[in-house]
T-cell receptor, first 113, second 115 residues
């Protein structure tokens, strides 16, 4: 089965800096990979999707890269703000043809003013 | 649009009691999912449905049953609750994988405690 690794330690970062999160996976490369944001006591919210034939995707201050050779995705938040403080989840398509996703455990980001 | 809603928000059960969690979505999504989220475990898929009248097992289906009698509703049942089912339950919905819009929309969650 697919194993997904995200850093279990919280990332503390100064406001204005770039936060970078890593998502590593084993076994097969998914057709696409998604990133979600989760705030305490709330459900995850979709942020970005990147497909296997795309190297990079951007949305406002967010950037995602996808390296199928390294089996890794990087998630960047540029010019970070305290409002960016949350847990970020990586999710992989499971190739079952029914849109099932395998989620990582998430990586917490704390932006310090 | 309300998106995905879940009922109830909180519930405390005693071991052996039964309950049903209700999920509703107003986005006309074909697919619906039930997940549980536990500390240090991440989101795990319990059951899912690819259309009205269909259900299938996910990663951790034991102790749960589901029904999808209407397209907009997906029910999760616990017939005999156990302390191991203490968790936060999330419902989600999406379009089919082939649609190209693969994001899942999540509800606010139900926090369940089994004593």
């Amino acid at each position: 089965s697919q194993k997904i690794e995200q850093n279990s330690e919280a990332l503390n970062i100064q406001e204005g800096k770039t936060a970078t999160l890593t998502c590593n996976y084993t076994n097969y490369s998914p057709a696409y990979l998604q990133w979600y944001r989760q705030d305490p006591g709330r459900g995850p919210v979709f942020l970005l999707l990147i497909r296997e034939n795309e190297k990079e995707k951007r949305k406002e201050r967010l950037k995602v890269t996808f390296d199928t050779t390294l089996k890794q995705s990087l998630f960047h938040i540029t010019a970070s703000q305290p409002a960016d403080s949350a847990t970020y989840l990586c999710a992989l398509d499971m190739y079952y043809g029914n849109n099932r996703l395998a989620f990582g455990k998430g990586n917490q980001v704390v932006v310090i003013p | 649009n309300a998106g995905v809603t879940q009922t109830p928000k909180f519930r405390v059960l005693k071991t052996g009691q039964s309950m049903t969690l209700l999920c509703a979505q107003d986005m006309n999504h074909e697919y619906m999912y039930w997940y549980r989220q536990d500390p240090g475990m991440g989101l795990r898929l319990i059951h899912y449905s690819v259309g009205e009248g269909t259900t299938a097992k996910g990663e951790v289906p034991d102790g749960y049953n589901v029904s999808r009698l209407k397209k907009q509703n997906f029910l999760l049942g616990l017939e005999s609750a156990a302390p191991s089912q203490t968790s936060v339950y999330f419902c989600a919905s999406s379009y089919p994988r082939t649609s190209g819009n693969n994001e899942q929309f999540f509800g606010p969650g139900t926090r369940l405690t089994v004593l």
